[in-house]
């Protein structure tokens, strides 16, 4: 079955430290992949999204994923993360052999950023 | 563009009760919506696909007699939770799409705030 996995389940950070929360999938064929964030009380909101194109994805708030098709990665980086950004992330994708009608999500990352 | 409101925002009802949420795309008129459902520290599971005019398709699983979906309008879906009970507790999401995106973006879902269900 398809499945999208986040392998970091939970990431304890400082300020101005670097991220990268990893992002697997096991589809084959064309993926569309999105990465959202869910804020302590909020609802989800888009980071940035895939679909073709220039593998390095460039989202709101500083975020950037890269698509590596070989590893069926999409991993999201940000170079300096902020007390703001603690929040839960989210990868998810559509596409493959279930078609584009319905996004599988991963299982989620919570980032807790200290001041 | 393309937002997507659910209310209520909370609700607390009764073991046994039923209760309604409703989805409603803002700014345009959504043919799909979905329902997911998010477990308190874990991911969002969908439930199910809310065609407009015609009958949900449910996931595996999922009880469709138990959760009602009602797609009536381009721009409300509602879900149902029947005989509500302790274990129905938990966070209702729904996301439409805009049928009138170009390429790929037809595919990409906007979500609403959530509904949260306390069943007592």
């Known amino acids: 079955a398809q499945s999208v996995s986040q392998h970091n389940h939970h990431v304890i950070l400082s300020e101005a430290a670097s991220l990268e929360l990893g992002c697997n999938y096991s589809?084959?064929?064309?993926?569309?992949l999105f990465w959202y964030v869910q804020y302590p009380g909020q609802h989800l909101q888009l980071l940035l999204k895939y679909f073709s194109g220039d593998p390095l994805v460039k989202g709101i708030k500083g975020f950037e994923a890269e698509f590596i098709k070989s590893k069926f990665s999409f991993n999201l980086r940000k170079p300096s993360v902020q007390w703001s950004d603690t929040a839960e992330y989210f990868c998810?994708?559509?596409?493959?052999?279930?078609?584009?009608?319905?996004?599988?999500f991963g299982t989620g990352t919570r980032l807790l950023v200290s001041p | 563009g393309a937002v997507v409101s659910q209310h209520p925002s909370w609700v607390i009802c009764k073991s046994g009760t039923s209760v309604k949420i409703e989805c409603r795309s803002l700014?345009?008129?959504?043919?799909?919506m979905f329902w997911y459902r998010q477990f308190p520290k874990q991911s969002l599971m969908l439930m199910a696909t809310?065609?407009?005019?015609?009958?949900?398709?449910?996931e595996q699983g999922v009880e469709k007699d138990k959760f009602l979906i009602n797609h009536a309008s381009l721009t409300l879906s509602t879900l149902t939770v029947t005989s509500a009970h302790p274990e129905d507790s938990s966070f209702y999401i729904c996301?439409?799409?805009?049928?009138?995106?170009?390429?790929?973006?037809?595919?990409?879902?906007?979500f609403g705030p959530g509904t949260r269900l306390t069943v007592t």
């Open positions: 700014d345009f008129q959504a043919t799909t």
């Open positions: 998810a994708v559509n596409g493959g052999n279930t078609g584009f009608q319905k996004l599988v």
């Open positions: 589809y084959g064929g064309t993926v569309n």
């Open positions: 809310s065609n407009e005019g015609s009958k949900a398709t449910y």
């Open positions: 996301s439409a799409r805009d049928p009138l995106a170009g390429g790929p973006s037809l595919y990409e879902q906007y």
